[in-house]
């Protein structure tokens, strides 16, 4: 029995390692794109020109501090890898895609008039072809 127990965990440890690999090798060619790109912004030139434009468009506001390019914030650093890595984990692995079905994620009813009946998904509350409407309220 024990021996049968530690085959088995064996077995799902070479599949979870086999599948994160597989992730891996997917994700490899973005995340390289990504890094030759912050490695080309961290040229001042190429920097310089990027930030301006940006500045000149319509997303810069008047509060924004003003434009310093040097050498000390560079783009391509061990951090701004790391972050890369992680959203484009994230990316990947996210429920939600475009074009996709939405995820029916599980709710909890806040009005207290309503019996709680074991776990409820967001569909549970759609009826026929009417819209179903989220309302996200802040309590900010």
């Given at each position: 029995m024990g021996m049968e127990?530690?085959?088995?965990?064996?077995g799902v440890q070479t599949v979870k390692a086999l599948k994160n690999a597989a992730v891996c090798l997917m994700l490899l060619p973005r995340f390289l794109l990504a890094a030759v790109m912050l490695w080309?912004?961290?040229f001042l030139c190429i920097r310089r020109k990027v930030l301006t434009k940006m500045r000149e468009s319509d997303l810069s506001s008047?509060?924004?501090p003003p434009l310093c390019v040097s050498d000390s914030n560079k783009?391509?650093?061990l951090e701004s890898l790391r972050a890369v890595w992680y959203g484009q984990k994230l990316d990947f692995f996210k429920t939600a895609h475009l074009g996709g079905a939405a995820p029916n994620t599980e709710v909890v009813p806040l009005d207290s008039s309503e019996p709680r009946r074991g776990a409820q998904r967001i569909l549970d509350y759609a009826r026929g072809?009417?819209?179903l409407i989220l309302n996200f309220g802040s309590c900010s």
């Open positions: 127990m530690l085959h088995g965990s064996a080309l912004l961290d008047p509060d924004d783009m391509f650093t072809r009417r819209p």
